[in-house]
């Protein structure tokens, strides 16, 4: 169902797109792309293959039991000592058997995949907030160098350290192509690391429940080549690009008027508000509010027209522009490369 209002902003400035593929990517633990994620899986088939055969083994002999009550001397034909040899063999060496190596390997792998990085390793603060991810990148000083929001990128085949955060509630910082899940909690620090062996767009999910849109809590983490993510990331750390045409500029000053810059920041302009995600580069990211909505023209006029109705329950008001202040704002809005 959408709105009337929704409608209107539809037709005013394109259709939307049909599908939420911008917003969908690999998002499955079983297919590892990345060094910590293949370990994962490394341990979870070998456990899900004895956890069946345990299982089946439990069945059957529960089947036995079942079947075999109904006899008249139900009991097993064993010796007092048959008996006590069963139960220690079936009851304490199978189960530590079948868990100690689990035990041992699991124990072995989570040290291997929260190894500490050098300190040189490529650093990247998230912040978990209601319900998008703040992401800035550090220089080795541990100063931000570059702030963006809900799509992440690493360089392909190196090892990067995650710096994870909350002011709110607690999250769980989560790709499951390519790393186990960490918790986001407010007054602490915790650090995870990843490294993609793989180039691509993967699905990163908030793996806690934080409230009501913990669902529509997404993000992408875009594995590229070391040269693509350098070229990115200096473009990344450039303040926006000015008004080029008279309609950017009207755009521009309808962000300033509109009260956005309350909560956004458009690093180069007066806008410096901290509520919302940073929008210096809007128009490179690839989907809106948290992999919600793909980008595009249709979406983000119905996101900043009606937010509530794309993601209810989020922290955007929605806006009263006249057509025309939406069109200049999305034109401006866009041209934020
Ligand atoms: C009261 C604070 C507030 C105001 C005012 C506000 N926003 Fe937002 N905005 C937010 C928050 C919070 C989000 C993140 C919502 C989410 O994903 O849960 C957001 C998300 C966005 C996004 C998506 C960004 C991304 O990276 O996904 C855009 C674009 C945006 N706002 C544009 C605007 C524009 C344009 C205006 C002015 C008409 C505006 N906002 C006014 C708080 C605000
Ligand atoms: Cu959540």
């Known amino acids: 169902m959408t709105s009337r209002k929704h409608d209107r902003t539809t037709l005013l400035i394109g259709a939307t797109t049909p599908l939420l593929a911008a917003c969908e990517g690999p998002q499955s633990a079983l297919d590892p792309a990345g060094s910590a994620a293949e370990l994962i899986a ?28 109904h006899k008249r001397n139900a009991a097993l034909p ?5 008996s006590r040899n069963l139960v220690i063999a079936g009851g304490i060496i199978l189960p530590l058997a079948a868990t100690i190596p689990f035990a041992l390997s699991s124990f072995s792998i989570g040290r291997t995949i929260d190894a500490p990085l050098p300190d040189n390793a490529m650093t990247v603060e998230v912040i ?15 100063d931000r160098i570059a702030t963006t929001a809900n799509e992440i990128h690493i360089p392909v085949g190196e090892p990067v350290r995650f710096l994870l955060k909350s002011d709110n ?5 989560w790709v499951p192509n390519l790393q186990g899940k960490t918790d986001m909690i407010p007054g602490r620090t915790n ?47 450039q303040p926006a690009a000015a008004p ?20 956004h920041t458009i690093r180069g302009t007066p806008a410096n508000g901290e509520i919302g995600p940073d929008l210096t580069h809007i128009a490179s990211r690839r989907t809106l509010a948290g992999a919600t909505v793909p980008n595009r023209t249709g979406h983000l006029g119905g996101w900043i027209t009606d937010p509530q109705h794309v993601k209810p329950g989020n922290k955007m008001p929605p806006s009263e522009l006249t057509p ?10 866009e041209s934020l490369e």
């Not at 978990?128 to 541990?142: M, R």
């Not at 080029?244 to 909560?263: K, N, P």
């Open 42 to 69: 490394r341990l979870w088939w070998p456990t899900l293959f004895v956890a069946v055969l345990v299982t089946l083994l439990v069945l059957a002999l529960l089947a036995v039991a079942i079947f075999r009550a």
């Open 78 to 82: 064993l010796s007092a000592r048959q």
């Open 128 to 142: 978990g907030k209601l319900w998008w991810w703040e992401v800035h990148y550090l220089d080795e000083a541990g």
């Open 169 to 173: 509630v607690i999250h769980s910082f």
């Open 191 to 237: 650090v995870t690391s990843m490294t993609a062996n793989e180039p691509g767009v993967y699905r990163g999910q908030c793996a806690e429940y934080c409230g009501t849109q913990h669902a529509l809590m997404a993000f992408l983490l875009v594995a590229e080549e070391p040269e693509a993510f350098d070229d990115w990331l200096a473009g990344q750390r």
């Open 244 to 263: 080029e045409t008279d309609a950017q500029a009207r755009g521009h000053d309808v962000f300033l008027d509109a009260g956005c810059a309350a909560c």
């Open 324 to 333: 025309e202040e939406l069109k200049t704002l999305l034109g401006y809005l």
